[in-house]
């Protein structure tokens, strides 16, 4: 775990010096806050489902401004060869560059616990309810990082990286739509598990399913296992 924690720190380091981090930051916590605002004082709902729902299409479309320069910015700037011939095996590479960006988006949420205060001010919401959410958009940007580093992986221009990975990730926000349209229950009931929207719906309504939770594991999994098995067929 000792190279885990030697990229670790070098990623997260690299992150508090990169611009591009203070942006995604920046631009999540306004637009998070204009939902929020929308939400509860204009629409007059006292409650943060609405505001998760609209977290997760912004992350989807911001993370992977985070997740590409994981590797692909390794390439751009010559680092690669020299971080893949350091005495450290590939999955502590990968996984240390993981944590890196899960640090980020873990400090993406923090940054909107500010929105609870006029909730509870002015409101009545159940605790439950916003945990269950929380737990939900954190299992969801795990996923997004984790697929948008493998994609980071695969080029050396980060804007590409970046490119590949927001459509990827929007395919499979909106593919429970294609339920509609099938006869197959085969199908139906594949779009609908396959669907990072109708996961991320059991944590806004504050139901922590196990097999919800198991969905954004197994995807940043595999994600995670593609990247090293792609680096080490590099090596």
């Excluded at 977290?55 to 989807?60: K, N, P, R, S, V």
């Excluded at 605790?127 to 080029?155: D, E, H, K, P, R």
Aim: charged letters at 10%; aromatic letters at 16%; a positive charge.
């Amino acid at each position: 775990m000792t190279g885990v924690l030697a990229i670790y720190k070098k990623e997260l380091l690299s992150y508090f010096r990169s611009p591009i981090a203070y942006f995604v930051v920046a631009v999540f916590l306004v637009g998070t806050g204009y939902f929020f605002t929308y939400n509860m004082f204009l629409s007059g709902s006292a409650s943060m489902d609405e505001t998760f729902r609209n977290m997760g299409i912004l992350i989807l479309t911001l993370l992977p401004l985070v997740s590409m320069r994981l590797f692909a910015g390794e390439y751009s700037g010559r680092t690669m060869e020299l971080l893949m011939t350091l005495p450290l095996k590939t999955w502590e590479i990968v996984l240390g560059k993981f944590l890196g960006a899960v640090t980020i988006l873990l400090l993406m949420t923090a940054g909107t616990f500010i929105d609870l205060v006029p909730l509870y001010l002015f409101g009545n919401p159940q605790t439950t309810t916003i945990i269950a959410g929380y737990v939900g958009f954190i299992l969801l940007g795990m996923a997004c990082i984790a697929v948008g580093q493998f994609f980071s992986a695969l080029t050396q221009n980060q804007i590409v990286a970046a490119l590949i990975a927001v459509p990827v990730l929007l395919s499979f926000w909106f593919i429970g739509h294609l339920q509609n349209f099938q006869v197959s229950q085969t199908l139906r009931g594949l779009f609908a598990y396959l669907s990072f929207a109708l996961q991320y719906a059991n944590f806004v309504q504050g139901l922590i399913r196990s097999e919800a939770v198991l969905f954004y594991l197994i995807v940043s999994a595999i994600a995670l296992t593609l990247n090293a098995g792609f680096l080490q067929w590099r090596r």
